[in-house]
């Protein structure tokens, strides 16, 4: 993809993370790609983030639900977001075999290192719950998840006190301009063949939310690739690109100095905004 082809994409990202924090009236004053490359204007984005941050940890009850629906409400047909196919050799090895050798590893900061399989998760209490997904780029849609808590998994493992955020990471690639590796505009040269892993992060109240859900199932059946299996984040207060899909290793820090650009995400290093409450 051309430099400035790449850097209106960037540009169109950020200003839609920006959007995610509510702050249109901004946008609306003056919303250019010149603007949005601005130091100053990201600045005052990062601020008002920050703020809306601050204020819904504030004002929120910690365990505040997200709205769930009946079944009468599920999609005909949810739409997949992000990757639906990713090629990375390992992972494709892994669905070969139904991922019955998959393993999910949790460590970091934590005093008993995991090892689970989805024998194991399935093994622990598990919940379901009818919830909207809501995208960054403006469509939403309803289905029923099942999973297990990250909760459930956390205690299991043992949270060190110096960690400050739980980390995903991910077998599905991105590319340096932001299309994930099955993404084929008719551009052979546009797969993101060997890009850089998705990751995301989140900090513990969201960790412990009763509605943050590591899932495995979609509207009573088994998780499919193109939504994330085996396994997938689901935050009940929070927008579709915090919802990494493909996990593979959750990681507790307490920086995000070692990963990407230190801003937590994937699409956070490309401009959009850590926190994506809604």
Not at 103 to 130: F, M, N
Not at 224 to 247: S, T
Not at 266 to 272: K, N, S, T, V
Request: some cysteine.
């Amino acid at each position: 993809m051309p430099q400035n082809e790449r850097k209106l994409l960037i540009s169109r990202r950020r200003l839609l993370g920006f959007g995610a924090v509510g702050a249109s009236s901004l946008l609306l004053a003056g919303c250019n790609d010149s603007i949005s490359e601005n130091p100053k204007f990201l600045n005052v984005i990062d601020k008002a983030t920050e703020l809306t941050y601050r204020a819904q940890r504030l004002i929120l009850p910690r365990d505040k639900l997200a709205p769930e629906y009946s079944e009468t409400d599920i999609a005909a047909e949810f739409r997949p977001n992000g990757s639906t196919s990713p090629s990375d050799p390992a992972y494709l090895a892994l669905a070969k075999n139904n991922f019955v050798d998959w393993r999910l590893q949790v460590d970091g900061l934590v005093e008993k290192p995991l090892q689970l399989s989805l024998a194991d998760l399935h093994a622990l209490p598990a919940k379901t719950q009818i919830t909207r997904h809501d995208c960054v780029e403006g469509w939403s849609c309803i289905g029923k998840w099942t999973g297990t808590p990250l909760s459930e998994v956390l205690n299991r493992a043992g949270v060190k006190p110096q960690a400050k955020y739980v980390l995903f990471h991910c077998a599905d690639r991105f590319n340096a301009a932001g299309y994930p590796d099955d993404y084929q505009p008719g551009n052979p040269d546009s797969i993101a063949k060997g890009g850089e892993h998705y990751y995301e992060s989140i900090d513990f109240v969201d960790a412990y939310h009763p509605q943050t859900l590591l899932a495995y199932d979609l509207n009573g059946q088994t998780l499919p690739i193109a939504y994330g299996a085996p396994l997938r984040l689901r935050l009940g207060r929070q927008l579709g690109y915090k919802q990494a899909k493909y996990v593979m290793r959750i990681e507790l820090v307490n920086s995000f100095a070692r990963f990407g650009s230190g801003k937590g995400g994937y699409w956070e290093d490309l401009g959009y905004q850590w926190y994506a409450g809604i």
